[in-house]
């Protein structure tokens, strides 16, 4: 499937990591949320210990519905050399990065941004923390 002219979601995550296990069910709700509304929801898997079927396994038991893969080195390093999670990108209907947040949010601060660029806001909205503005590339 082609993401041109598509917004979508990159959340760069790890089974292993803390963090990452309590947003994933956070990202799942705004999926159910946008997913209607055109924007795609992807979740890279970095450092997988137990590989594909483990990653296949833990979202299948925790419901999970967006599509999930393991992350090639090539993939993380094009945004940033991604090597600590979580980190969640925003890139827009152009393929613009649109937000990137490193480490945790609240999921109302993606709601937002998601809500901005559906009504067609061309404010960037990059933040690296929960609420601390940080523009990036």
């Known amino acids: 499937e082609s993401l041109r002219g598509r917004p979508y979601v990159l959340d760069f995550w790890g089974t292993w990591c803390g963090p990452c296990q309590v947003e994933m069910p956070q990202l799942e709700r705004l999926h159910q949320r946008f997913g ?3 924007v795609r ?3 890279l898997a970095i450092a ?3 590989g594909a079927d483990g990653l296949r396994r ?4 925790r419901r999970i519905t967006f599509p999930q893969a393991l992350c090639p080195d090539d ?3 094009a945004f940033g050399d991604i090597r600590e999670v979580p980190v969640s990108i925003v890139v827009d209907r152009q393929g613009r990065i649109r937000a990137r947040w490193d480490g945790e949010r609240e999921p109302s601060t993606i709601a937002a941004t998601l ?3 559906l009504a067609g806001s061309t404010g960037a909205a990059a933040t690296a923390g929960p ?3 940080s523009p990036r590339p």
């Open 36 to 38: 209607p509304r055109g």
């Open 41 to 43: 929801f992807y979740g």
């Open 48 to 50: 997988e210990r137990n």
């Open 58 to 61: 833990w979202v299948r038991d």
């Open 75 to 77: 993939v993380s390093d």
């Open 115 to 117: 809500e901005r660029l």
């Open 131 to 133: 609420e601390s503005p």
